[in-house]
């Protein structure tokens, strides 16, 4: 069965501080997705990014950037100089490489920016 | 432009009587999902549509149905809503593409159901 873990609840850092959210996943498939994703007060839940099992390598984009360690499952985001617009609630996923690409959620972290 | 739509924004109704949520979409995607959130909780998914094909999760309540008259339009109907299914009603869509992957899921901005 796949599992997401996102062990931090609730983060609350002041602004233009660097802040990461862990993720670490468990599954018995050999290829897979992991993703995150923001969801904003408003609700919608908007993507950040997807990475392949087999794509290692770190991405980063602008603010954001994800460290992805196979040998740890783990798939954490590092938010750099952080801003009141970055809080939300921050969630992980896993899915399946092909079919349907069910995403199973970890709980979601809490991320508050404070001015 | 909104590519994933949800109607309502916010939907009220009454212990037992049924519900119609609206979600559509203009990215021609022929696979559609069906996420319940409640709370502080994960996205749960019901279910998902691959075209025409309906695929229910096994733990998915028989209370909660689904239709896709078309590749646009998806309903989520909940048959005799109860106070636990209070839940922000989210609707998600992606292609499925050569070889049997498929790509990413773009949400719509949910429905919040309140079930008095």
């Known amino acids: 069965a796949q599992k997401v873990t996102q062990a931090q609840t609730e983060i609350s850092v002041v602004e233009k501080e660097d802040v990461t959210l862990d993720c670490v996943y468990e599954?018995?498939?050999?290829?897979?997705?992991l993703f995150w994703y923001k969801q904003p007060p408003s609700g919608e839940l908007v993507f950040l990014i997807r990475r392949n099992s087999f794509d290692e390598q770190n991405e980063i984009s602008g603010r954001y950037s994800w460290n992805f360690q196979k040998s740890t499952s783990s798939f954490n985001f590092t938010i750099t100089a952080s801003q009141v617009v970055d809080s939300a609630v921050y969630f992980c996923a896993l899915s399946e490489a092909q079919g349907a690409q069910k995403l199973v959620f970890g709980q979601g972290t809490r991320l508050t920016i404070n001015p | 432009d909104a590519m994933v739509i949800q109607n309502p924004r916010y939907q009220v109704t009454q212990f037992g009587k049924p519900v119609t949520l609206s979600c559509s979409q203009t990215?021609?995607?022929?696979?559609m999902y069906w996420y319940q959130q409640k709370s502080s909780q994960a996205p749960k998914l019901l279910f998902h549509?691959?075209?025409?094909?309906?695929?229910n999760e096994a733990d998915t309540p028989d209370n909660f149905q689904s239709r896709r008259p078309n590749t646009s339009f998806c309903f989520l109907d909940i048959r005799s809503p109860g106070l636990g299914d209070a839940a922000m009603y989210l609707c998600?869509?992606?292609?499925?593409?050569?070889?049997?992957?498929?790509?990413?899921?773009?949400f719509g901005p949910g429905t919040r159901l309140t079930v008095l």
């Open positions: 990215l021609n995607h022929n696979v």
């Open positions: 599954t018995r498939d050999t290829t897979y997705y």
């Open positions: 549509y691959y075209d025409k094909d309906f695929n």
């Open positions: 998600a869509t992606s292609r499925r593409l050569a070889g049997g992957f498929t790509d990413t899921q773009y």
